[in-house]
């Protein structure tokens, strides 16, 4: 199997840019100079151009669109310096609901462990989301959703009533709250098979092919491939992690997208790792690797550094390619918000 340049981030973030406890010559690296293991990711992954490395190494957020199969795939590097402590971004991502709310991000809520109904109280269907469920059907369907769910709309949904959006919402709550009891019970093993198009995509397929492209993150931290893959059966030792839901506005339709985020601290160095479990829109499955990496040289702060690689349908044939380049520039372009939002708030201590 061929492999992107991308491919390597799982091990390049989450390794090679985690090395050991600074040296002294790393104390007295010359200015403009980066951390070993970020260095050699840029030089042999991101390949910035000169302006953006001069950007960079100034404390400017940086984006650059990674190489993937364009018909299937899309991938975005960022980085940015952030003056502040690593444990201020911990402790600000545990509170997910705060962290990722406005702009974009119309409602983040956080589950519950173990989950309860009452979780998803806030979880609303777009309108044009309703409109297409009334004529969903396998194979024809603009919303993202399995067998069961097609069947529990059909069944709990009066369609003929003059306002079915309640109804339709209360379905949309039902299947979330136990498609999240069947991801910690059985893993990805639960995950969809999404039917809205003539051939079913395997949710869990789909995110193993990911993971089998990145050989390197088996050689250099078998452990978060093995907890990303057999969760729950495998465990990540000294790692927290929690599931959280978000309705977020993404090319033309809203969509609601479920994640479990993990997060692996060291002396070293802090790993972040989201993946994506459901999205209603545009995506199969995602997953997020982001490496806060201290810095010494330059601070008591750290270097901010994330890729966020998705599978996507709608990308492939004459009309993917048609809106293929406005779903990389949209990526990119949230890519670069997140990255200002959060050099700005964690140095402003918000």
């Known amino acids: 199997m061929w492999l992107t340049r991308s491919a390597a981030i799982g091990a390049t973030l989450a390794s090679a840019m985690l090395v050991s406890t600074p040296s002294v010559q790393t104390l007295e690296r010359p200015a403009g100079k980066l951390p070993s293991g970020l260095e050699r990711f840029l ?36 980085a940015v310096w952030i003056d502040a402590p690593i444990r201020r971004y911990v402790e600000a991502v545990q509170d ?36 297409d469920l009334r004529t969903c059907r396998p194979g024809d369907c603009k919303v993202k959703l399995g067998q069961r769910g097609l069947d529990a709309f059909r069944a709990g949904v009066d369609w003929t009533a003059p306002d079915p959006k309640a109804a339709a919402d209360a379905v949309m709550r039902r299947l979330a709250f136990d498609y999240v009891n069947a991801y910690l019970e059985g893993g990805n093993g639960r995950l969809a098979v999404y039917r809205d198009n003539s051939r079913p995509t395997f ?55 479920i994640s479990h985020l993990v997060i692996r601290e060291s002396q070293d160095g802090t790993v972040v790792a989201s993946k994506m479990l459901y999205a209603s829109h545009y995506f199969w499955t995602a997953l997020e690797v982001r490496a806060l990496v ?25 009309v993917g390619r048609i809106i293929r380049g406005r779903v990389r520039d949209e990526v990119r372009r949230a890519a670069a918000a997140a990255l200002t939002s959060t050099k700005r708030r964690l140095e402003q201590g918000l």
Do not use: C
């Not at 950007?55 to 190489?67: I, S, W």
């Not at 201290?294 to 966020?308: A, E, H, L, Q, Y």
């Open 43 to 78: 030089g042999t992954v991101v390949r910035p151009t000169a302006a953006e490395r001069k950007a960079l190494v100034g404390g400017a957020p940086v984006t650059r669109l990674l190489d993937t199969d364009p018909s299937r795939e899309v991938s975005v590097f960022g």
């Open 96 to 131: 997910i609901e705060q962290f990722e709310r406005g702009a974009a991000f119309k409602v983040t809520k956080r589950i519950s462990m173990p989950p309860r109904v009452e979780d998803f109280a806030e979880l609303q269907l777009p309108k044009d989301d309703v409109a």
């Open 294 to 318: 201290p810095d010494p040289s330059r601070g008591p702060g750290f270097w901010f550094v994330t890729v966020n690689r998705a599978r996507s349908d709608g990308l492939s044939g004459f």
């Open 203 to 257: 949710v869990a397929e789909e995110f193993r092919s990911m993971i089998d492209q990145m050989p390197a993150l088996t050689a250099h931290m078998p452990d978060l491939r093995r907890y990303l893959l057999d969760y729950p059966a495998a465990t990540l030792p000294g790692a927290t992690s929690f599931l959280y839901w978000q309705e977020t506005q993404f090319g033309l339709r809203p969509t609601i997208r």
